[in-house]
């Protein structure tokens, strides 16, 4: 039973139409992973489900519950956590103040919020280290952590990651899709877009491949990492070539 | 030496207010990127509100101390409640729109409520009661009234609270984290809508309150009062670093000293010529304020 | 067509023109006085919608402008005896200095820090008019004389009226010129997008600066009249309220929208006399009705239309020699007698640091003359920070960019573009409210040769210019395939047609080096076929390419060389067909790879 069902989903800005109607699910304990070139609508589709891009037509459901025209911190408390490209942090704000924000919707319940945190310390021992520093003097790495950390505070039930290798080391891209894996293995759905294709392909279950705002191809992650139609629209150009 | 206690202590009164008044639009400002030219006038609505409450509790012989104490806070509630409707009906649909059609109508909104008051309270100067004593104390020379310490020590507190709002509550974390990113407190679930119409809220209660004090300082207050303190505030806010709290506060006390002391030494003809010179020169100096930070725009 | 669906606005004004000089021939003193009064603040408004309408900008202290206006003419009048039109120029020239006062500290500032420095200003030179006993304190001066006009004094109300209705219909054609120009064009550009104006070209600190003065001028002209109607003045004609309801006469009527501005200083001077009988409610009322009409309106009542200038047809474009792509380009390849592949551009060991993270570090390369280079990478490489860093859109902390042996570094953008030096942008950003024509003219304007003023009295010199501008541009948008989209508005083309109009607006400023961030992002396979076509177009024409992009087959088919950035430093850089092959390269760009057969797929691939 899919978690997050996507059905011709559009979305435009202004006059020009971006997503020409996606399908796309995610079930629980699953990686799904969008991959596409840039420019071909990934970013998009995650903002629409997530609400911060209003949806044009097809109809977005979260676990039976639709989310068209829900508002962004709406779909937030219904369970769907979103990792925005770049990772948003509010850098002036401490670690630990991110952290705190994240769990914003349990703001009355201090003693389990404060469980919580401890237990993204635990998952994120270097944070730990950091909990005073301000957010944006930290290194690319542990601002992915502070992002990742920032959206799990709540136990989402689905988790969006947008392009979380950008300019992050090789081993510092091993070690979050790592943790990306165990919270798949521990039942939650994640939603993974990337750049990195053949990394990504690896780690996920399924995967779709997005050109121009439309879904060319679907299919298990093994299978697609094998096929050649995926290395070409990947990079780009002509799907037949 | 006692010439200038006298006027130190002046300009941290006046900067008092003006520090008070200056928080409403770099909180506002902040979160919305909006100047709210109407907050000015916020602060003679929260005069005029203290006024009424203040002479019907003088009417019943209530105590002082306690007719003072309601009716800041009656007007506190009351303006902060002006402030979100405000907010609601004449700058949240606009939030989207060019950046001029929302000033305008903020520049309407500030003829409203000048206009508003003149059509309840007429054209002429309302009196505080004096419920405050004018006694005082001469030290060094200078002639310091409890109205002015109460005034500084209430305003210092009120910061105080402030600060300790925006940095130890759950709300106050959540409106700086607005001001940097907007997309990404809504992720965290935070309710824009709801922080913006806070801010508004507190922004135009602190004004009440300066406006009430006004009224106990000067003792007179009129419907137009609200556009010389409101344009002295909203320099102080840029002084400061428009969106920055602290440099908020300091920018009032700063814009408060260099009136009274222009005042004194030179001619309170000239005080807002020398006021905006400063600001101007500080600006080309330091082009985001004293406490701004430098924007970087990404491309 | 466009042009014919347009609803006919110059003969609407003209009439109403008419009719307005027409007016005292019908009506009471006491309407014509009133009419005064619209005309006055239409003058000023005009003058304030160059500020506010035009750039974009924000003045919330114009009355300061009408004062200097005013009072330049009443001293001139009551101490120097000079008669009113001997004081008009001294009344323009002065208020035009203090634009330029006002404008030089908001150079460096913040849009929303205007609002307060004008503010300022404002407020100073009514303190100033106040305090000073040369302007008469607060009781101002009097006995200012009237105009005289063959040898009678306009002193009539309807004289007075007539004479304003003239100072109009001046100021009219005065703004309509200017808004035409280039520099009309500049403004309108500084106001959808300051970057990317600034990015073909237009020197925006200048451009804002010189719109203040032209503001300030017109300001001047109505002070002027203002004394000579009234003969006396005080500093409570000159107050903050006054700056307030200019600006809002701007703003409601519609920004930038003469008829609106004129239509703005109807209603907005004209209504409260309308609405006197309502008395006390008058003012409350007229607040309402502005939050209300701004609600509804946000664009304002008559809002702007698109302007148009006509591009010429094929036939004509191609008429003049002098503007095909080809022979702009060549020209300017001729004028460089560089030696066949000498490097255009040398890039060495520059490094941008950005709050402690190095976005790029130590990078060099060169680019040659008439090749296709093409940086690639995986996202966050520091590709376009290295592209702001050659445009001097971000100056490198460390390093030096060398330009036909010359340094770029610490130089503005426009004079980047000036030198030779174009770029598109990687999200795109057009003038969307100018035409696809106009966009692309505006690539153009650096290089006019006629002064502005040739250009707005429409000498022969300046209109054979204009026509070769207007060809060459019809030609560059008949190169990248949108001569039919001409008149349309930029922001109304589809995806890639905005990408290709980005490429024309900065292929119009002739550049040797033509600066491509990511062209194909969000284009279909077809488009980007045709893109590629485009790119090798370009090359032939002389121009040298350098282009950023992640579409592997786009890049692998049209660059001579590539460059690999990761992580901020340069980590491989040779031909299509070595990059391809190079491990280190399919490690940073594809992801660390363990399994080897992937690495041939990546061949296969290209």
Redesign the interface.
């Known amino acids: 039973m899919s978690l997050l069902v996507v059905e011709g989903l559009r979305v435009g800005y202004g006059k020009v139409e971006v997503l020409h109607g996606i399908d796309l699910t995610v079930a629980p304990g699953e990686i799904v992973a969008l991959l596409g070139s840039n420019g071909a609508g990934k970013t998009t589709t995650l903002r629409a489900l997530s609400g911060l891009e209003p949806v044009r037509g097809g109809k977005v459901v979260l676990g039976g519950e639709s989310l068209n025209g829900v508002k962004a911190h709406r779909i937030t408390a219904l369970g769907l956590a979103h990792v925005p490209e770049r990772r948003r942090l509010f850098s002036p704000l401490t670690v630990e103040e991110n952290l705190r924000l994240g769990g914003y919707l349990i703001r009355d319940q201090a003693a389990e919020l404060k469980r919580r945190m401890e237990t993204m310390y635990a998952l994120f021992p270097r944070l730990a280290e950091r909990r005073l520093q301000l957010a944006g003097t930290l290194s690319g790495g542990e601002q992915q952590m502070v992002a990742i950390a920032r959206a799990l505070v709540l136990q989402p039930r689905l988790l969006v990651l947008d392009e979380p290798s950008m300019g992050l080391a090789p081993l510092i891209v091993r070690s979050i899709f790592g943790i990306v894996k165990r919270l798949r293995d521990e039942g939650m759905a994640v939603l993974l877009v990337e750049q990195n294709a053949r990394q990504t392909l690896r780690i996920a279950d399924r995967a779709y491949v997005l050109e121009s705002g439309s879904i060319l191809i679907h299919g298990a992650a093994a299978d697609l990492a094998l096929d050649p139609r995926v290395q070409a629209a990947y990079l780009g150009g002509a799907a037949a070539a | 030496m006692s010439e200038f206690l006298q006027l130190l202590v002046a300009g941290l009164t006046t900067g008092s207010f003006y520090a008070l008044i200056a928080l409403g639009y770099t909180m506002v400002y902040g979160i919305v990127r909006l100047i709210n030219f109407a907050h000015g006038d916020i602060f003679m609505v929260g005069a005029f509100l203290g006024w009424t409450v203040l002479s019907a509790l003088a009417a019943m012989h209530m105590p002082w101390g306690i007719a003072l104490l309601l009716a800041v806070l009656l007007a506190m509630a009351l303006t902060g409640g002006i402030g979100v409707v405000i907010e609601r009906f004449a700058y949240q649909p606009l939030l989207s729109a060019p950046r001029l059609s929302i000033l305008i109508t903020a520049l309407g909104v500030s003829l409203a409520l000048e206009n508003g008051v003149l059509l309840i309270y007429g054209p002429g100067f309302e009196t505080y009661p004096h419920l405050v004593s004018t006694a005082g104390f001469v030290i060094g020379g200078a002639q310091i009234s409890y109205v002015q310490i109460g005034i500084i020590f209430c305003s210092l507190a009120l910061m105080a609270a402030l600060y300790l709002f925006v940095h130890r509550t759950f709300m106050g974390t959540a409106m700086r984290a607005l001001a940097v990113d907007r997309d990404a407190a809504r992720l965290m679930g935070i309710d824009v809508e709801r922080v913006i119409q806070t801010t508004f809220f507190v922004g135009s209660a602190l004004a009440a309150v300066a406006g009430v004090m006004e009224g106990l300082y000067y003792t007179e207050i009129n419907f137009f009062m609200g556009f010389i303190v409101g344009l002295r505030a909203f320099t102080a806010a840029v002084l400061g670093g428009i969106g920055n709290i602290p440099g908020a506060m300091a920018g009032g006390l700063i814009i408060g000293l260099l009136e009274a002391f222009s005042a004194g030494y030179v001619s309170s003809r000239w005080t807002d010529v020398i006021v905006f010179a400063v600001l101007i020169g500080t600006l080309v100096i330091k082009p985001t304020g004293l406490f701004g930070e430098r924007v970087v725009e990404r491309m | 067509m466009a042009a014919a669906a347009r609803f006919p606005v110059a003969p609407l004004v003209i009439g109403a023109l008419v009719l307005a000089a027409a007016l005292p021939l019908v009506s009471s003193n006491y309407v014509i006085d009133v009419g005064l009064t619209v005309v006055t603040y239409a003058i000023l408004a005009l003058g304030l919608n160059i500020v ?1 309408g035009y750039a974009g900008l ?1 003045d919330l202290g114009y009355a300061a402008f009408f004062a200097i206006g005013a009072y330049t003419t009443a001293l001139l009048e009551t101490l120097l005896h000079l008669n009113f039109w001997e004081t008009i120029p001294f009344s323009m020239l002065l208020a035009g200095v203090s634009g330029v006062i006002i404008g ?2 908001t150079l ?6 205007l ?3 004008t ?3 404002g ?2 030179v009514r ?2 008019a ?2 000073l006993d040369i302007t008469g304190g607060p009781n101002g001066l009097y006995g200012i004389n009237p105009a005289r006009l063959f040898g009678h004094d306009i002193t009539s109300p309807k004289a007075v009226y007539e004479l304003g209705i003239a100072f109009l219909v001046v100021v009219l054609v005065f703004v309509i010129r200017l808004g035409r120009s280039r520099l009309g064009r500049a403004w309108t550009s500084l106001r959808e997008d300051e ?1 990317a104006a600034e990015a073909v070209g237009v020197p925006t600190l200048r451009v804002k600066m010189l719109a203040y003065v032209m503001g300030a001028v017109i300001g001047g002209l109505g002070g002027s009249l203002f004394a000579a109607r009234f003969g006396a003045i005080d500093p409570t004609s000159f107050t ?1 309220a006054q700056s ?1 309801t200019i ?2 006469i701007v ?2 009527g519609g ?1 930038g929208s003469l008829p609106g501005v004129i239509l703005g200083a109807i209603i907005v001077a004209g209504l409260p006399e309308a609405l006197r009988f309502i008395h ?2 008058r ?2 009322a ?3 009705a ?2 209300l009409l ?2 509804v309106r ?2 304002g009542l008559w809002p702007a239309r698109l302007r148009h200038i006509a591009a010429p047809s094929a036939t004509a474009a191609h008429a003049v020699p002098e503007a095909e792509p080809s022979a702009l380009v060549a020209d300017e390849a001729g004028d460089v007698p560089a030696p066949h592949r000498g490097t255009l551009l040398e890039v060495r060991g520059i490094s941008r640091i ?4 190095r976005a790029v570090s130590d990078v060099s390369f060169s680019v040659r003359q008439g090749e296709i280079l093409s940086i690639i990478g ?4 520091g590709k ?1 920070t290295v592209f ?1 860093c050659l445009t001097g ?1 971000l100056q490198p902390n460390e390093g030096s960019i060398l330009w036909g042996g010359a340094s770029l570094v610490g130089l503005a953008p426009h004079r980047v573009v000036a030198l030779g030096l174009a770029r598109t ?2 999200g795109i950003r057009l003038f969307d409210d100018m035409t696809v024509f106009e966009n692309a003219l505006v690539g153009m304007d650096h290089r006019y040769r006629v002064p502005l003023v040739t250009e707005m009295l429409a000498l022969s010199g300046a209109r054979r210019e204009a026509g070769r501008h207007y060809a060459a541009c019809r030609n560059w948008l008949e190169f990248v395939g949108l001569a039919d989209q001409a008149g349309m508005r930029a ?2 083309l ?2 890639g047609d905005q990408r290709r109009l980005e490429i024309a607006r900065a292929l119009a400023g002739q550049p040797r080096l033509l600066l491509l961030d ?1 062209p ?6 077809t488009e ?2 045709s893109l590629m076509g485009l790119i090798r177009r370009i090359r032939d024409l002389g121009t040298t390419v350098l282009l950023i992009e ?5 890049v692998m088919g049209v660059s001579d060389r590539i460059i690999v950035m990761d ?1 901020g430093g340069v980590i491989a850089e040779g031909r299509p067909a070595e990059i391809q092959a190079n491990p280190r390269v399919i ?1 940073a760009y ?4 363990e399994d080897d057969e ?1 690495v041939g ?2 061949g ?2 290209a």
């Open positions: 506010v924000l030089f500290p460096r500032l913040r849009s929303d820090y609002a307060i420095v503010l300022g200003f407020e100073i303190i100033i106040t305090n970057s903050y307030v600006l809002i703003v409601l920004r006390l409610w003012e409350f007229f607040a309402i502005l939050i701004m609600l946000p664009q950005f709050g402690g993270l995986p996202n966050g490489a376009t702001n859109v942008f990687q922001g109304d589809p995806y990511e194909a992002a969000g284009m279909n396979p980007k076929q992640h579409d592997m087959l786009l992580r490690a594809l992801g660390t790879e992937d797929a990546l296969a691939v």
